[in-house]
């Protein structure tokens, strides 16, 4: 029992940081957001107000796209979590979901 809520628990703290740090509604939404700050170099939020206001409808739907198109199989928001936090872990993977196509 300890071990399912542990378990519970860590999948719920993988699910919820990156909407919780981004500020954002989904998965998408939070890895666009997050490779936007990786591209400036600044939080999102001091960028300006009206690249801020394109995050949510732009961002999450190129997100959403480079994960269907990459893994097709699976559901976008598992891809783009699994997304955010390799882009936590190497800030140089932002230039697979700006250009998912594996030729170029």
């Known amino acids: 029992m300890k071990f399912a809520l542990s378990a519970l628990l860590i999948l719920a703290i993988i699910?919820?940081?990156p909407?919780?740090?981004e500020v954002?509604?989904?998965?998408?939404?939070?890895l666009a957001s997050a490779a936007l700050r990786i591209e400036t170099g600044s939080d999102p939020m001091t960028v300006s107000p009206t690249g801020v206001s394109?995050?949510?409808p732009t961002g999450d739907f190129i997100a959403a796209d480079t994960a269907r198109g990459l893994h097709p199989s699976l559901p976008s928001p598992l891809v783009c979590t699994g997304y955010y936090w390799r882009l936590?872990?190497?800030p140089g993977f932002?230039?697979?979901?700006?250009?998912?196509?594996?030729q170029e």
């Not at 954002?24 to 939070?30: E, I, K, L, V, W």
């Not at 932002?94 to 594996?102: A, E, F, L």
């Open 54 to 56: 394109l995050i949510p």
């Open 19 to 21: 909407l919780a740090a």
């Open 94 to 102: 932002v230039r697979v979901i700006q250009n998912p196509d594996p």
């Open 88 to 90: 936590v872990a190497d």
């Open 24 to 30: 954002s509604g989904d998965a998408c939404g939070a």
């Open 15 to 17: 699910w919820l940081y």
